[in-house]
């Protein structure tokens, strides 16, 4: 740990005093020394043959969050669902939709080969020879 605290949080620290205070919960001030600080422990971890993520690593940044980031808080939280009326408008829209589809596909099929001619018909459903056996005899030698 103490290649870790030498080599990755003295540059990181040194970062950090360079940046106002007020700014340290702003990720667009401290995001790329945060990602440098982040990537440098991960690299250092590895050279010298251990896991990281550990829970030797895992205290060390929570010393880390703890010292910068304890008056760090989210102005508001962000709802991964929508809302509930909002969600079963779009069940209701999609439940109702797809019967209307179909019936509007298997409508379109039925008008549109009752008004083809016979000769339409019969173009549609012949088959085109494909291979050699295609070409005329004079061809195929």
């Known amino acids: ?79 991964t669902e929508p809302p509930k009326q909002a969600l079963m408008a779009m069940i209701i829209l999609s439940t109702c939709l797809v019967p209307f589809m179909v019936a509007l596909v298997v409508w379109k099929n039925k008008h549109s080969n009752s008004t083809s001619t016979p000769v339409e018909k019969e173009k549609a459903t012949e088959r085109k020879p494909v291979g050699v056996h295609a070409l005329p005899l004079k061809l195929r030698k």
């Open 1 to 79: 740990m103490d290649a870790i605290s030498l080599y990755c949080w003295v540059p990181f620290h040194g970062s950090m005093m360079v940046i106002e205070e007020k700014n340290w919960c702003n990720w667009n001030y401290i995001g790329r020394t945060y990602s440098d600080f982040s990537n440098c422990t991960e690299y250092l971890a590895e050279l010298l043959g251990r896991n990281w993520p550990s829970e030797e690593m895992e205290t060390f940044f929570v010393q880390v969050h703890s010292h910068y980031f304890e008056n760090c808080t989210v102005e508001h939280i962000v709802s």
